[in-house]
Nanobody, 126 residues
Framework: QVQLVESGGGSVQPGGSLRLSCSAS???????IGWFRQAPGKEREGVAC????????YHVDSVKGRFTISRDNALNTVYLQMDMLKPGDTGVYYCAAGTTLTTNQDLCVPGFFDYWGQGAQVTVSS
């Protein structure tokens, strides 16, 4: 069983930055990892993932150039650095871990992942 705990959410003005952290109960170097978000009334969507053993990051087009996923295996922690935030980035952000690794970036979707954190609220508003 993998436990994931997010932290670092909050409220920020448009153009601001936040860094989300996800602390895991196990070393995630053999897991696929991902960040997802869910806005009110919308389905959960992928934001960024590391799916393969080589650690290549994948970011969806809407956040590319603004968000960065990374991990520190020594600390069992995954990060999502979010810069140039927009009101459309508002939502609950979840980190997730999956037991299957793949090179298929189309699998940065909720159904591919097995373990989830409780979520962290991010609000971008002036």
């Amino acid at each position: 069983q993998v436990q994931l705990v997010e932290s670092g959410g909050g409220s920020v003005q448009p153009g601001g930055s936040l860094r989300l952290s996800c602390s895991a109960s196990v070393n995630l170097d053999k897991y696929a990892i991902g960040w997802f978000r869910q806005a009110p009334g919308k389905e959960r969507e992928g934001v960024a993932c590391i799916l393969s053993i080589d650690g290549s990051p994948y970011h969806v087009d809407s956040v590319k150039g603004r968000f960065t996923i990374s991990r520190d295996n020594a600390l069992n922690t995954v990060y999502l650095q979010m810069d140039m935030l927009k009101p459309g980035d508002t939502g609950v952000y979840y980190c997730a871990a999956g037991t299957t690794l793949t090179t298929n970036q189309d699998l940065c979707v909720p159904g591919f992942f097995d373990y989830w954190g409780q979520g962290a609220q991010v609000t971008v508003s002036s």
